[in-house]
């Protein structure tokens, strides 16, 4: 047998292997994973050149999978204004005050994370309340769920904004009585403007246009955008992540990835899709087929088309079937019909690609399954796997169809209101009494038989998978008689691991710790079987391997060794 070029002893080893024998140690060479066995076995495997971790009694699993996240936008937003757990009127002026002091050239300064009730329980954030916190430089805040911007009067104006603009539906420029905009800017079209000149925009253009950055990048601005890329591969690797579904991208953001692998700096494996627009003809397919052909490696792939369907709860712009329960009427704007998304469906399907879509509300999740459907019917059953992303809100009726049409439920723990300290309001009110039963409905669906996935949705909620599990473990009920939706351990674990290997169709090799399987680990503090639900976020991850190598090592300044 190989010398091993690496070996990790003493560990608690949770293999989601299913009924792999109790282990405490592995070892590693070339890239794979050598043996899985007990400490004294795997210590006489090492040789000379072999290094040696000693896991001192605590948990060793697969690499964790983050099944949902947007890297390059996230790499981004790493220096915003952070407004998570801000309220109030005077901690927001304060903030923004401080962080404008700090970057005094910012020609536009952006937040993160602001709550919709980030001023008080029910009054809406306009142009101007922010001009009182800051009048005479622009500003703009987002969102935890980025899919509402607020910006002040100065910087409504240079963008363009100020007097309002039409708009695709399913985006607004809210108007405000006096017939200017009032501030508040729902789903990107209508903010995309407040990027540009905040000098964003190559990083998301996979998601606002799902196309190629416009003009071709500078190679200085390559060289930015590869090192921004590496920023958020190495915060990945902070938190254990080892495999990335990211959801939102397009060639440019492949073409980077390669670059920084020639460079044998891709410390994470990622996954990137074709974002097929509202706009699009179906014969912007070929560009994911294509894309899907020229990358399709363990380390870099694409295979997948992502969607859009619905906005969110929060802004009313997810599609619902009853109305929202706190504006009669009002039932939200889907960004397609379920028409055209069928077509889409089938010929994506037909194509050999995996979907994955955004779908919130319990009408945008109805027409997703009914189109998953509608490309069974037109193409034949296969082992697709297509997902469904989000399903905050789901009808009855269309819980069993999940297992029926194998369609794998991606969801976010942190996302639920109510759950480590993320406001209940407006969420709840806007769903409404007779909805909270199949709201966030995650051991409903795993009980019927769907398989689930889960993730943060980063930059939208911290990326640190420990507490998401911490919080698909502790999510409280809102009213004693609802469903109890919290998960046990191994589920939530398998959820991070197994499942999201399964869910890119590398079960066979990823997602568990067993001989011949990619190393891919990640090495905790301490012991997360033995360790209280609501103290998981204390323990950190102590090491991270991808592809037998060590890619963070807690204590050492550098991601990469």
């Not at 792939?301 to 992502?306: A, L, N």
Request: aromatic share 6%; glycine share 8%; hydrophobic share 45%.
């Amino acid at each position: 047998m190989a010398e091993p070029d690496l070996v990790v002893i003493n560990g608690k080893l949770l293999t989601m292997a299913g009924d792999a024998a109790p282990a405490s140690a592995l070892a590693v060479a070339g890239g794979r994973i050598l043996a899985v066995g007990d400490t004294a076995a795997i210590r006489a495997m090492a040789g000379p050149r072999t290094r040696i971790l000693d896991a001192a009694g605590a948990t060793v699993l697969p690499g964790f999978v983050e099944s949902h996240m947007h890297l390059f936008s996230g790499a981004a937003e790493l220096d915003h204004l952070q407004l998570a757990g801000v309220t109030g009127r005077e901690a927001l002026n304060r903030a923004i005050s401080d962080h404008a002091a700090m970057h005094p050239k910012a020609p536009l300064l952006v937040a993160q994370g602001a709550d919709y009730t980030i001023l008080s329980g029910t009054a809406r954030v306009t142009r101007h309340d922010l001009d009182r916190a800051i009048a005479d430089r622009p500003f703009a805040m987002a969102a935890a769920d980025h899919h509402t911007m607020w910006a002040n009067t100065l910087a409504l104006e240079q963008a363009g904004l100020l007097a309002g603009r039409t708009l695709a539906p399913g985006h607004e420029i809210v108007m405000g009585s006096d017939g200017l905009a009032s501030g508040e800017l729902r789903e990107i079209d209508a903010f995309s403007p407040l990027l540009r000149l905040a000098g964003l925009g190559r990083e998301s253009a996979g998601l606002v246009t799902g196309g190629e950055p416009e003009p071709a990048p500078t190679a200085a601005e390559r060289a930015a955008d590869r090192a921004l890329l590496k920023r958020g591969l190495a915060w990945c690797a902070r938190h254990g992540i080892t495999s990335i579904h990211n959801m939102d991208g397009n060639l440019y953001t492949l073409a980077l990835l390669q670059e920084i692998e020639e460079e044998d700096a891709l410390i994470c494996r990622v996954r990137v899709p074709f974002h097929m627009k509202s706009f699009m003809p179906l014969a912007a397919l070929d560009k994911a087929r294509a894309m899907a052909g020229r990358y399709r490696s363990d380390t870099l792939s694409s295979g997948f088309v992502k969607v859009f369907y619905d906005g969110v709860l929060d802004s009313w712009t997810a599609a619902m079937i009853e109305d929202y329960a706190d504006r009669p009427g009002t039932s939200g704007v889907p960004l397609f019909t379920p028409e055209h998304f069928a077509e889409v469906a089938v010929a994506a399907d037909r194509l050999g690609l995996q979907i994955a879509v955004h779908a919130i509300g319990d009408a945008a999740v109805r027409a997703v399954l009914d189109g998953y459907q509608a490309a069974a019917a037109a193409n034949g059953r296969r082992d697709s796997r297509h997902r469904i992303e989000h399903i905050e809100v789901i009808h009855p009726a269309d819980i069993p169809r999940f297992r029926a049409l194998g369609v794998i439920a991606s969801m976010q723990p942190r996302h639920a209101p109510g759950t480590m300290g993320l406001p209940l309001e407006p969420t709840v009110s806007r769903i409404g009494v007779a909805r909270w039963p199949w709201s966030y409905a995650w051991r409903t669906l795993r009980e019927a038989g769907a398989r689930l996935v889960f993730a943060t949705d980063w930059p939208v909620s911290p990326i640190d998978p420990l507490a998401s599990i911490q919080a698909a473990l502790t999510r409280p009920r809102w009213q004693d008689d609802l469903p109890d939706q919290r998960q046990i351990l191994d589920q939530a674990l398998r959820s991070y691991t197994a499942d999201g290997a399964y869910a890119e169709f590398k079960e066979d090799r990823k997602g568990v710790l067993r001989e011949g399987a990619l190393a891919d680990i990640v090495v905790l503090s301490g012991d997360i079987a033995a360790t209280p639900p609501e103290r998981i976020p204390e323990l950190a991850v102590a090491t991270t391997i991808c592809n037998g190598r060590v890619t963070y090592q807690k204590g050492q300044s550098s991601n990469r060794q």
